[in-house]
């Protein structure tokens, strides 16, 4: 082989070993590895109101049901429908003709009557004259006493039979007895309605306020009444404010309070009935709508906020989290969780003041290693000075030669920040003087 051919399998082969003795004295020594990397967040302690979601229905403060009181034939509708009635209104009007005739009746039923008592009233006052004169027996008397005193009490039942014809015959209009908000009629002009019918002709709901019932499990009002009772062991009684979260997703603008409670447990479903009023001035609450309440119930101190991606559970079940201590070495607590908040656990046991939990790189640690900790918000930070950098010199347009110069010798935090990267990717960036490594081997060549 020629000395020329030696030289340049030489300068091909060294590159390569160069190249691969790192790597392969890296991947033999673990030692050499850097910590991993993790990302936390410091949690601080603070006092939070501890609330509950309960699933209800809105119903209406006050419900009337509009239901005929006489027979009749129903000659008019005189509401608009989907309106705001008021006490007196009148909603129907029924064929008045048979009520008007009973009233006729009645009142010519009551003459009647005053007419023969009159008669009744003379002809005692005649009896008695004569009895005082002895001439007519105490038994005429008697009977003259007593026919007056019927006829009396007939125009009494005559005059009651008149205030009753009269009462149904008013009862052909038919008018609200509520104030209040009147849905669809039910019926029309033309039909036939009884008293006391089962279908409604409408129904009049009041809906500033309404009422939202809602269900509670018996062992959750247990637990809530012995928070209450155990103030001095962290929580302590707060002002009940309840809000609404509607069917889209949005909160209600008003505050509700809870007005009662359902004295009973459901022997089938073991839940109490609970009852929420809220004002409803714009009437965006309606009857039947589902919502969830958001109960105020008491309020935790000196607990702390854990983020849900924080946390997870052992075999046991029972929730655990990854806390980087003082030295940089991993340690797992086991929590005590009262309930979440949004994305948030809340924990009164387990978690101090200051603690750094990881929430990122979970997969790759366990108790007792020692990691690079990185605070997610300041990640963050530092994710938006790298994008905004490469934009600075074009801006500038100043000493663009002097950049590398400043790149090797500039600060030593983007140095420190970027070790990762540069023990991981220490192949590739050897191999770049291999490349330059031919081109001197063949200067003698040359």
């Not at 007196?88 to 039923?109: C, H, K, M, N, S």
């Amino acid at each position: 082989m020629s000395a020329l051919a030696r030289r340049m399998a030489i300068s091909l082969i060294l590159p390569l070993s160069a190249g691969l003795i790192p790597a392969a004295a890296m991947a033999q020594d673990p030692s050499q590895m850097p910590p991993p990397a993790v990302t936390v967040v410091t949690v601080h302690t603070q006092d939070v109101a501890l609330t509950t979601t309960l699933p209800g229905r809105v119903t209406a403060s006050a419900e009337a049901e509009v239901r005929p009181q006489v027979n009749g034939i129903v000659t008019e509708r005189l509401f608009d429908e989907g309106s705001h009635v008021k006490i007196g209104d009148p909603l129907f009007r029924i064929d008045a003709t048979t009520y008007q005739a009973a009233v006729a009746q009645a009142e010519a039923a009551v003459a009647q009557a005053r007419a023969q008592a009159e008669n009744a009233r003379r002809e005692a006052e005649r009896v008695g004259a004569l009895r005082d004169r002895r001439v007519a027996s105490e038994s005429t008397t008697d009977n003259a006493i007593a026919a007056r005193d019927a006829a009396e009490a007939a125009v009494k039942v005559a005059e009651a039979q008149l205030l009753t014809a009269k009462i149904e015959l008013e009862r052909t209009t038919i008018r609200a007895e509520l104030d209040g908000e009147i849905g669809l009629a039910q019926t029309s002009q033309g039909a036939l309605v009884t008293a006391s019918q089962q279908t409604p002709l409408a129904v009049i709901r009041k809906l500033d306020p309404v009422h939202v019932d809602v269900t509670q499990s018996a062992a959750e009002v247990i637990r809530f009444r012995r928070a209450m009772a155990a103030q001095n062991e962290g929580a302590e009684h707060a002002e009940q404010k309840v809000t609404l979260r509607l069917a889209d997703g949005t909160e209600f603008d008003q505050e509700g309070t809870l007005t009662a409670a359902e004295p009973y447990v459901n022997e089938t479903t073991g839940v109490v009935t609970l009852r929420l009023a809220f004002a409803n001035p714009d009437r965006i609450l309606l009857p039947g709508m589902y919502v969830q309440a958001v109960v105020q119930q008491a309020t935790a101190r000196n607990v702390v906020l854990a983020p849900q991606e924080g946390v997870t559970r052992d075999r046991r079940g029972q929730p655990i989290a990854l806390v980087v201590n003082a030295d940089n070495v991993v340690e797992q607590r086991q929590l005590t969780v009262l309930q979440d908040m949004g994305n948030q656990w809340i924990v009164s046991e387990g978690l101090a003041d200051g603690d750094r939990i990881v929430v990122e790189g979970l997969q790759k640690i366990g108790a007792g290693m020692t990691v690079a900790p990185e605070e997610r918000q300041a990640a963050a930070t530092e994710g938006a000075d790298a994008a905004a950098a490469p934009d600075a010199p074009a801006a500038g347009g100043e000493k663009p030669a002097e950049e590398p110069a400043s790149a090797g010798t500039g600060g030593e935090a983007a140095q420190d920040g970027g070790q990762d990267a540069a023990r991981t990717d220490g192949a590739p960036a050897e191999a770049g003087p291999t490349e330059s490594e031919p081109a001197e081997s063949e200067t003698p060549a040359n």
